[in-house]
């Protein structure tokens, strides 16, 4: 089965320093890895995905994530936090067997970042 | 471009009463359809999936039950609602494909009084 675990409730950072979300996952077979965002009462909002290739994905708004194969690990990272990033983190991840698999989500991660 | 609207964005029902919230995508076809629901601003439970019209999965069995009419078209509906069926319900669509991202709506919040 299918599952992500993103470890902190919470992630305080100021604005300007680097940022780090962590995620690990669990899938059968390679996985397709996702991130998302959400803003109070909108919806998620898709940032960057590892599919194959390079480690290193960029994304949207300057974030970028690190996938680790060893690890089981995707984690999120921006080299220069806003206080605008302040949302809730969603990491997610689906196999890549073929036929319909559903993605599963981590419980989300808020991120705060204070000026 | 692709767009996903849904309606309405917040909603009051007394228990008992009927639901429906229309989900719609506009600028693709064939699109993966998916309703969501988070409980206190947190994790997703996935309710229902489709993968064309007429055709829809169920992943948990409870008080809700969804169809897709037309290609672009995803309701979800109730005939009497529970307390318990109170949250933020999110519709998504997709591109076929395990690669493709999902794409969510700004939700409906549902409150049960």
């Known amino acids: 089965a299918q599952s992500v675990a993103q470890p902190e409730d919470q992630v305080n950072v100021a604005e300007g320093n680097p940022l780090t979300v962590k995620c690990t996952y669990s899938?059968?077979?390679?996985?397709?890895l996702f991130w998302y965002v959400q803003y109070p009462n909108r919806g998620l909002q898709f940032l960057l995905k590892?599919?194959?290739?390079?480690?290193l994905v960029k994304g949207s708004y300057g974030f970028e994530a690190e996938f680790n194969k060893s690890q089981t690990s995707f984690h999120l990272k921006k080299p220069s936090a806003l206080v605008s990033d302040s949302a809730l983190y969603f990491c997610?991840?689906?196999?890549?067997?073929?036929?319909?698999?559903?993605?599963?989500f981590g419980t989300g991660t808020r991120l705060l970042v204070s000026p | 471009s692709q767009t996903i609207h849904q309606w309405p964005a917040t909603l009051v029902q007394p228990v008992g009463s009927p639901l429906s919230l229309e989900c719609t995508v506009e600028?693709?076809?064939?699109?993966?359809l998916y309703w969501y629901r988070q409980a206190a601003g947190r994790g997703l439970q996935l309710l229902f999936y489709?993968?064309?019209?007429?055709?829809i999965s169920s992943e948990v069995p409870q008080n809700l039950s969804a169809s897709r009419p037309q290609d672009r078209q995803f309701i979800l509906s109730s005939k009497k609602l529970l307390l318990s069926d109170s949250g933020f319900y999110l519709c998504?669509?997709?591109?076929?494909?395990?690669?493709?991202?999902?794409?969510f709506g700004d939700g409906t919040r549902l409150s049960i009084l």
């Open positions: 590892y599919i194959t290739g390079d480690n």
């Open positions: 489709s993968v064309g019209i007429g055709q």
């Open positions: 899938v059968s077979g390679n996985p397709y």
């Open positions: 997610a991840v689906r196999g890549s067997n073929t036929g319909f698999q559903k993605l599963v």
């Open positions: 998504a669509w997709s591109w076929a494909g395990g690669s493709q991202p999902q794409h």
């Open positions: 600028g693709t076809s064939n699109p993966n």
